[in-house]
């Protein structure tokens, strides 16, 4: 396939190497990164959207996207596909998604999980709002970049999937975290408390698999100084598209809200921006009640 990849940073970079190591033909652009080993420069985005099969997105918001489709949607041959990965507002991708339809090409909304290291080994998990048509001719692609791609229904459904899946995820973090910091002042062994909960009903992904605890549980950013991983302010972005989406859905979402109220203080008051989003377990171990 002929693909124009629009983006090349953290993740698009590695996703565009491991579509041309696979014997596509990629053809990249980025406003500020150069094309990377194995992926062509192309000049503009619509210069690369012009002879593909299919233009691939990965921006860092709804309104880049936006502006980045309005440019390159035009430029893309009939029949084409428009594929984001980016993780942007439901309405935003449901906006591009009709602009592409429109223009006579298929379009698809599939934001990803499985972070920088799951886009480096091709491990990825997508997300796939869109037709069937175009999920059928961008599942070949899915299964190089990925290792899962589920078909959620129509366009804005892979962004409604990832938003709702890490406003569980940052909600648990703090719950375990929390619960750790409780732990510690009651005078509950760290491991103890592991043993327990990731063996009772208080287990979840980030006890059992992202513990927060320091050389409790399998290997983690809490292992490397909280090194991301998964940064908090990702967690902060993904959260506040969720509270973007339960205010247009009028969705009542007490525990996201709050967890978007969190991760706001502790990356724009506290020291939590560029560290992985477990650091929640520090910043509550320093604090007390009030
Ligand atoms: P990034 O900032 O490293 O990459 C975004 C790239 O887009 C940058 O290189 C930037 O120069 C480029 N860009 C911006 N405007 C552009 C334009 N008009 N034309 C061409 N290129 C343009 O971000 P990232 O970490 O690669 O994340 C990309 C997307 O993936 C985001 O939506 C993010 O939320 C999502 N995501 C990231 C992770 C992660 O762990 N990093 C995990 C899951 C999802």
Redesign the pocket.
């Known amino acids: 396939m002929k693909i124009g990849f629009?983006?090349?940073?953290?993740?698009?970079a590695p996703m565009a190497i491991n579509l041309a190591k696979a014997g596509h033909e990629v053809l990249g652009?980025?406003?500020?990164?150069d094309a990377p080993d194995g992926v062509a420069q192309g000049e503009s985005?619509a210069g690369v959207a012009t002879e593909a099969d299919m233009v691939i997105t990965?921006?860092?918001?709804g309104d880049?996207l936006r502006?980045?489709a309005s440019e390159v949607i035009p430029a893309m041959k009939p029949g084409a596909v428009f594929l984001d990965c980016?993780?942007?507002d439901v309405e935003s991708a449901r906006a591009v998604a009709t602009e592409a339809q429109e223009a006579g090409l298929g379009a698809l909304d599939a934001?990803?999980?499985g972070?920088?290291g799951g886009a480096q080994a091709g491990t990825l998990t997508f997300m796939v709002g869109g037709s069937e048509d175009a999920f059928a001719t961008a599942k070949p692609l899915f299964e190089i970049m990925g290792q899962k791609a589920v078909h959620c229904g129509p366009s804005g459904n892979g962004q409604a999937a990832k938003i709702c899946n890490n406003m569980i995820l940052g909600v648990t973090m703090i719950g375990t975290c929390e619960a750790f910091a409780l732990a510690d002042k009651l005078g509950l062994d760290r491991q103890a408390m592991f043993d327990v909960v990731s063996t009772s009903s208080g287990y979840s992904w980030t006890m059992n698999a992202y513990c927060p605890a320091p050389g409790i549980g399998p290997t983690s950013p809490a292992d490397n100084d909280y090194q991301p991983g998964?940064a908090a302010e990702?967690m902060l972005?993904d959260l506040r598209l969720s509270q973007q989406a339960a205010e247009a859905a009028n969705a009542d979402t007490p525990m996201g809200a709050r967890a978007a109220e969190l991760y706001e203080t502790f990356v724009e008051q506290e020291d939590g921006e560029g560290r992985d989003f477990s650091a929640m377990l520090p910043r509550f171990e320093r604090r007390k009640r009030s």
């Open positions: 629009i983006g090349l940073g953290n993740m698009g652009f980025d406003v500020v990164s985005g990965m921006l860092p918001n880049i502006a980045v980016s993780t942007v934001p990803v999980s972070g920088i998964f990702l972005k």
